[in-house]
Structure formats: structure tokens, C-alpha cells
T-cell receptor, first 111, second 112 residues
Framework: NAGVTQTPKFRILKIGQSMTLQCTQDMNHNYMYWYRQDPGMGLKLIYYSVGAGITDKGEVPNGYNVSRSTTEDFPLRLELAAPSQTSVYFC??????????FGPGTRLTVT | LAKTTQPISMDSYEGQEVNITCSHNNIATNDYITWYQQFPSQGPRFIIQGYKTKVTNEVASLFIPADRKSSTLSLPRVSLSDTAVYYC?????????????FGGGTRLMVKP
């Protein structure tokens, strides 16, 4: 199993541009999550999903959108990128609310 | 929701045992305690989980007193590679609770 994969690994965006961060898991987990982590800080939940077709907001959803059309994929969309969205983005999946498996992260810089 | 409190940072030396305590005074009956480890530039990694008394695996031990208002992650004989941030989470395994929320964690620095 590849586990949780994320693409791209790095990206630089200009202010106002849009992009989609991809996340795929091959463990057949129902639960998937997107977190962001600013330098030296803990993780903050952006969105999560309890299954295909179901998503919900986390602590910091503004400026982001998600979709969950399949069990495997949980893409995160950034519209109108802003410097405040410069961060490392982690996708995770889990069979229950615990024991999350995290991807390697996407380092995003908005300038 | 059970809020957790951990020390911001700890220092240790190679070969020592390290104990990191997490306080969760408002833990609910159905809540479990889960610890994650995060190395620089990597996502967090699940290391141990427990409900009461003691749990041990190949990486760590987790001690939970009878009142469950705190828990202690114990790392035996740490090495430089144990330098990481350690997060304590509390919540019901069958509901979101605050299993979704990672606090600031404890930054462990292991020195030679």
C-alpha cells in the first residue's frame, strides 16, 4: 500500500491564483482530513469528510473548498490565493476518528 | 470537549527515559487518549493509544491513572532520532470530539 499520497510536494503561487492540492489514499478509509501547519505551530483542521459525498468544515475553512466524490480522493481547492495561505498542508485518512495516517505534505508559498 | 494541556518543550539526553505528561481534566467516559509524533518536515505519526492503566508497544508506553485526568507518554532510552514534537489528543473513537484538533504539542529535544 502507498498509504496517503499528496501532490504536488512544493508549489509557489502568485496572489489571486488558484490551485488544487491532490490527496489519495489506498487504505479504503472512510475518514479523510485536511490540515494546515504554519511554521512552529500545531496543525489546524481545514475540512474533513466521513465518507464519499460528505464533507464538513473544520477550524479554518475560509478560502478553501473540498469535494469527496470517491472514497480514495479528497482534493483541496484554493481559490484566490493569499499570502496568509502560505503553509504546509497535510492530508490524512483514518478508519475511525483516531489513528490518522498522514501524507508527506505540500509546502505552499503565496507571494 | 476535553481540552489538553502539555508542556511546550522538554530537553533530554541520549539514553535517558523521557516522560511527557498531558493534562485532560474534562475527559469524558468514552474518550480515549492518543499520542502522535511529528518529525520536522513530515506529517504526524500515530504512536500509541489507551483508555486506562498502562499500554506498551515497541515505541513507547502510556500511563493513565485511575481518574484519567492526565496521561504520561514514556519514551525509554531516547536517542537523537526521538527529537520531535509530540501531540496528545483526547476524544471518543466513534465521534469527532476533539480528536480532530491538534494542540501545540511538546517539542522534545534530545541532546548527545
Amino acid at each position: 500500500n502507498a498509504g496517503v499520497t499528496q501532490t504536488p510536494k512544493f508549489r509557489i503561487l502568485k496572489i489571486g491564483q488558484s490551485m488544487t492540492l491532490q490527496c489519495t489514499q489506498d487504505m479504503n478509509h472512510n475518514y479523510m482530513y485536511w490540515y494546515r501547519q504554519d511554521p512552529g505551530m500545531g496543525l489546524k483542521l481545514i475540512y474533513y469528510s466521513v465518507g464519499a459525498g460528505i464533507t464538513d468544515k473544520g477550524e479554518v475553512p475560509n478560502g478553501y473548498n473540498v469535494s469527496r466524490s470517491t472514497t480514495e480522493d479528497f482534493p483541496l481547492r484554493l481559490e484566490l490565493a493569499a499570502p496568509s495561505q502560505t503553509s504546509v498542508y497535510f492530508c490524512a485518512s483514518s478508519p475511525r476518528w483516531d489513528s490518522k495516517y498522514f501524507g508527506p505534505g505540500t509546502r505552499l508559498t503565496v507571494t | 470537549l476535553a481540552k489538553t494541556t502539555q508542556p511546550i518543550s522538554m530537553d533530554s539526553y541520549e539514553g535517558q527515559e523521557v516522560n511527557i505528561t498531558c493534562s485532560h481534566n474534562n475527559i469524558a467516559t468514552n474518550d480515549y487518549i492518543t499520542w502522535y509524533q511529528q518529525f520536522p518536515s513530515q506529517g504526524p505519526r500515530f504512536i500509541i493509544q489507551g483508555y486506562k492503566t498502562k499500554v506498551t508497544n515497541e515505541v513507547a508506553s502510556l500511563f493513565i491513572p485511575a481518574d484519567r485526568k492526565s496521561s504520561t507518554l514514556s519514551l525509554p532510552r531516547v536517542s537523537l532520532s526521538d527529537t520531535a514534537v509530540y501531540y496528545c489528543l483526547v476524544g471518543d473513537l466513534n465521534n469527532a470530539g476533539n480528536m480532530l484538533t491538534f494542540g501545540g504539542g511538546t517539542r522534545l529535544m534530545v541532546k548527545p
